[in-house]
């Protein structure tokens, strides 16, 4: 039996992540919308607060940069990332056109019929210049190599360029995009990654691989993972006879997790069945 989506359904680059984890925990989350068997992790104490405090912040964020008043008095919860934000803003941040919490959806030819969504922090352009997408991270800066793994590294940027001429009215070469990850944990420490042609004809080639590799299973034949790792924070572990496999959590292992709008979308489905326990 083939593959069957949800209507309308779109590529996020936390369900990419997924699939590329794990075929099998993509299958249980986005195809059969299975009821989380297992809590995210232990302590879920610091998981709640991990997740509020990263919450909160993008809604800091968001006010701040759309020009809303803030309050008098910060959030306590986020207090420390806005001392950080104000010391080390994100730099040389383009002014003509200026968009918070943004969607942009896009179907290219390269990529199997499928329909791909990236929601961006922020997004930044300027004509004379280029385009800058700042995405808040309220972890610890990871080292550079696992940030260049992961799917929301090689799908922000190849959106962007792919969703220009509609966005922008003209096109935008891939040297003329920078992604830019700043952490709050670290003071407001940032890691750059600057796009060019090379890598946008690699990660297209990449994501369009994944999505046939997706199309190309059979709705039973969905694949556990062989790196443990991916067990350790997943919330099926307990489906796929891996109970074994620890779920303590750390602060550091919020980008595991989908975004926050899509976890929040996750958890308030589950929440209605009587298998979660979260």
């Not at 794990?22 to 989350?29: A, D, G, K």
């Not at 297992?38 to 909160?56: F, N, Q, V």
């Not at 200026?98 to 290219?108: A, I, T």
């Not at 090379?198 to 969905?222: C, M, P, T, V």
């Amino acid at each position: 039996m083939p593959v069957e989506l949800p209507p309308a359904f779109a590529f996020s680059q936390s369900s990419l992540q997924d699939f590329a984890d794990c075929p099998r925990r993509f299958q249980l989350r986005y195809l059969l919308g299975q009821a989380y068997p297992a809590p995210l992790g232990r302590p879920l104490a610091s998981l709640d607060r991990s997740l509020e405090r990263g919450e909160r912040f993008h809604r800091l964020m968001e006010r701040c940069w759309r020009g809303i008043q803030l309050p008098e008095r910060v959030d306590p919860l986020v207090a420390d990332l806005w001392q950080a934000f104000c010391a080390n803003p994100p730099p040389d941040v383009p002014q003509a056109f200026r968009r918070v919490e943004f969607s942009v959806n896009v179907k290219p030819s390269w990529a199997n019929g499928a329909r791909l969504t990236a929601k961006y922090d922020l997004l930044a352009y300027d004509p004379d210049g280029g385009a800058l997408i700042v995405d808040w991270k309220t972890a610890r800066r990871p080292p550079r190599a696992a940030l260049e793994r992961r799917l929301q590294t090689v799908l922000y940027p190849l959106l962007l360029v792919e969703a220009a001429p509609s966005l922008f009215g003209t096109a935008l070469p891939p040297e003329r995009v920078t992604l830019l990850y700043w952490f709050g944990e670290d003071g407001g420490a940032t890691e750059r990654f600057t796009y060019d042609s090379e890598s946008y004809a690699a990660d297209r080639a990449y994501i369009s691989a994944l999505l046939a590799r997706l199309n190309a299973l059979d709705a039973a034949e969905f694949p556990l993972t062989a790196d443990l790792r991916h067990c350790r924070a997943c919330q099926y572990r307990a489906l796929c006879g891996r109970e074994q496999v620890s779920g303590t959590f750390e602060p550091e292992d919020t980008d595991l997790f989908p975004d926050l709008d899509e976890l929040r979308e996750l958890i308030a489905a589950a929440a209605a069945s009587d298998d979660f326990v979260l």
